[in-house]
């Protein structure tokens, strides 16, 4: 094991342990509820509730810490969050479902900020990327493994419920016995979204846009998976084989926005993610009775084994935009801002992840299923044509005044802390950014200020 991650290895097991257990329900609940006729915008707001708790939580979960400390938070929040799992299995009723999912994204957040507190405090500017990289493999590869479980059990059953609630509760196990010397408490840190916007609009507005398609599938996929006639496995092989393309893509399509405009690629890989979404529509529709479209496709339904192709190619072109316009972002602030630039991106993400599922669940049920991918393919067409417009607004910044991509997983939702393991927030400042950012630095107000989670650094 390497130096490095050696110190760390317990915070890092409890952490996957946890993953693994909210992998396991994220794709779970969907599934059950489509078992139970739970109608699809039920199955939306159930989406849109994770992300509504979770950004609460990343907004007052500090205060909660700085009051009782983070062991009791941690043991507070993993027992509530294994209790909620259990309840999920006992009131099967959509509106108690809603509410169990915003006490979910809360609870999660909470716990992820208290391991990342921990990371934080035995990371060294050496170990820094190498902690930092390690920790979002292992979410990404425990969100997949924890929807691949699904298939060790009959979804209808309580199985599944007890399994992934019971791995909620061990990874309180490794934490609580680690050595790791406890972190300082969290402090405050000002939000200001509006100055954020103006130093890079792409970056923002496309946070929020990545944010509503990711939501949308994410909660709906398997919904749409269902309906298209995929059994259980199937289901758990074509939500996970999105995670996988959108695992596989992040580093390419990262290296090579670092020489070229990262914005060419922005647009590139949307117009990639429409084009898929358009083809998975159009599957859609050729399964429909009603058809999506004024004239039925002349098209035969696609193999089981083909959609699950195309939801690796999917994942491909939407999980690493994120990523991108975070770096994108990152290019036009400074190493001092990091931690603040990314919680503003998250909270953005988090909006968007929340509007999301409710205006797909919408299309859905008046288009039919195929009004997920109709509606993920305008998002993505209207921030392409967006990105386009503004690179004739601004030039891009030269290669050699960029920070370095990094692998970041909406997918996984770190929380804002996760931004002090970023290497690129500790070092030398880089150049400035263009004269018209510069302007927007010393223009721009304070829109607002909340509570997150920073230390020192920023992302």
């Not at 092989?237 to 999105?242: I, N, V």
Request: proline fraction near 7%; glycine fraction near 10%; aromatic fraction near 8%.
């Amino acid at each position: 094991m390497p130096a490095a991650i050696a110190p760390i290895a317990a915070l890092l097991l409890g952490a996957s342990i946890l993953l693994l257990g909210n992998g396991l329900q994220s794709l779970l609940l969907p599934v059950r509820a489509t078992l139970e006729a739970f109608s699809t915008q039920s199955i939306g707001l159930m989406g849109a509730a994770y992300p509504a708790g979770f950004a609460l939580s990343c907004l007052t979960t500090p205060h909660i810490v700085k009051r009782v400390g983070h062991i009791r938070t941690f043991a507070v929040l993993a027992a509530i969050a294994g209790t909620t799992v259990l309840a999920y299995a006992t009131f099967v009723v959509p509106l108690v479902w809603i509410g169990l999912r915003i006490v979910s994204g809360f609870c999660f957040a909470g716990l992820f900020m208290v391991i990342e507190s921990w990371l934080n405090e035995a990371a060294q500017n050496t170990n820094r990327g190498q902690i930092f990289s390690t920790y979002m493999v292992i979410q990404l590869a425990s969100v997949t493994f924890g929807q691949v479980l699904i298939m060790t059990a009959d979804p209808g059953e309580f199985h599944l419920f007890a399994l992934a609630a019971a791995a909620i509760i061990l990874g309180l196990v490794p934490v609580g016995l680690t050595t790791s010397v406890g972190p300082p408490p969290i402090e405050r840190v000002r939000l200001r979204l509006a100055r954020l916007y103006r130093l890079s609009p792409v970056g923002v507005l496309g946070c929020f846009f990545v944010g509503m398609a990711n939501g949308a599938f994410g909660s709906l996929g398997p919904v749409f998976a269902n309906a298209a006639g995929l059994s259980v496995v199937e289901i758990a092989l074509f939500m996970s084989a999105a995670l996988v393309g959108g695992t596989i893509a992040q580093v390419p399509l990262g290296r090579l926005s670092d020489r070229i405009d990262r914005r060419r690629v922005i647009g590139a890989v949307c117009l990639l993610a429409m084009a898929v979404g358009a083809v998975m529509m159009l599957a859609a529709d050729a399964r429909s009775s009603g058809g999506l479209l004024p004239i039925q496709v002349v098209m035969d339904p696609l193999p089981h084994g083909s959609l699950i192709g195309l939801a690796l190619l999917f994942g491909a072109s939407v999980y690493p935009l994120y990523g991108l316009c975070t770096a994108h972002t990152n290019d036009f602030v400074g190493r001092t801002e990091f931690v603040e630039t990314s919680s503003g991106l998250l909270l953005t993400w988090g909006l968007g992840a929340t509007i999301g599922p409710i205006l797909a669940a919408a299309l859905m049920e008046r288009a039919g299923i195929g009004g997920l991918f109709l509606f993920t393919a305008t998002v993505h067409f209207v921030f392409a044509v967006f990105t386009v417009w503004r690179m004739t607004r601004r030039a891009a910044p030269p290669a050699d005044a960029k920070d370095g991509f990094v692998i970041s997983s909406a997918a996984a939702r770190p929380t804002p802390l996760a931004a002090h393991l970023d290497p690129r927030g500790w070092g030398p400042e880089p150049d400035q950014p263009p004269a018209d950012d510069a302007a927007a630095l010393r223009s721009a107000q304070p829109s607002w200020s909340a509570s997150t989670a920073p230390r020192d650094a920023m992302k």
